[in-house]
């Protein structure tokens, strides 16, 4: 167990519909990843946030946002859903304060998100 | 567990035998390597990392060779165990790009 934890494990959801990820941080870690893991195209870095705020920005579409709040959890939204964005979705955090350093990531067990 | 990677390479070795990972990777500014171990329907998890300036480490039962010339990393396992059976991410840093970029992954059939 990583101490990471995300929710939901599973989500299935129609094409043009909005949903919310969560993310909870191992205590301490004030950066929080997201990353999107699909066949095709392998393990994607989405964005980071550190202590609420952004600080690097991968492959993210605009139809996809994240915040982090106050308490440190993250949640990534993702709307107007197509069938490509189905995936699975993880969640990582580390101690790091600066942009992806080589502080270690620890990932979450991930939501598959199933879009139809 | 889900299965990442229909067509991700596949190596199967004999329980006990040492396994060899390879990766390459493109960015010749990568300053810093990470190989990552997915089981099924689980998150990667770390394994072990090795920075440029380095071209060898070791730990528990894995070494991590980097070869800067030629852009290439390999994972070694040695006396593998069922419990290795998983999927192999490399994924390279560079710190001017902010974000790490993880390689295809290779999944390690043990055989019993």
């Known amino acids: 167990d990583s101490g990471v934890t995300q929710t939901p494990k599973h989500l299935i959801t129609a094409t043009g519909q909005r949903v919310t990820l969560r993310c909870s941080p191992r205590?301490?870690?004030?950066?929080v990843y997201w990353y999107q893991q699909s066949l095709d195209q392998g393990l994607q870095f989405l964005i980071q946030y550190y202590n609420g705020e952004e600080r690097a920005k991968g492959n993210i579409l605009e139809r996809f946002s994240a915040q982090q709040f106050p308490d440190l959890h993250s949640e990534l939204n993702l709307s107007s859903l197509e069938l490509g964005d189905s995936a699975l979705y993880f969640c990582a955090s580390s101690v790091s304060s600066a942009r992806p350093s080589t502080d270690t990531q620890y990932f979450g067990p991930g939501t598959r998100l199933t879009v139809l | 567990g889900e299965s990442v990677g229909l067509h991700l390479p596949t190596l199967s070795v004999q329980e006990g035998d040492n396994s060899i990972i390879n990766c390459a990777y493109s960015?010749?500014?990568?300053?810093?390597f990470i190989w990552y171990k997915q089981e099924s329907g689980k998150g990667p998890q770390f394994i072990i990392d090795?920075?440029?300036?380095?071209d060898k480490r070791q730990g528990q039962r894995v070494t991590v060779l980097l070869n800067k010339t030629v852009k290439h990393l390999s994972l070694q396992i040695a006396a593998t165990q069922p419990g290795d059976s998983a999927v192999y991410f490399c994924a390279d840093l560079d710190t001017g790009r902010r974000a790490l970029t993880f390689g295809s992954g290779t999944r390690l059939q043990v055989q019993p």
């Open positions: 960015n010749s500014a990568s300053d810093y």
């Open positions: 090795i920075r440029s300036n380095m």
């Open positions: 205590s301490g870690d004030l950066s």
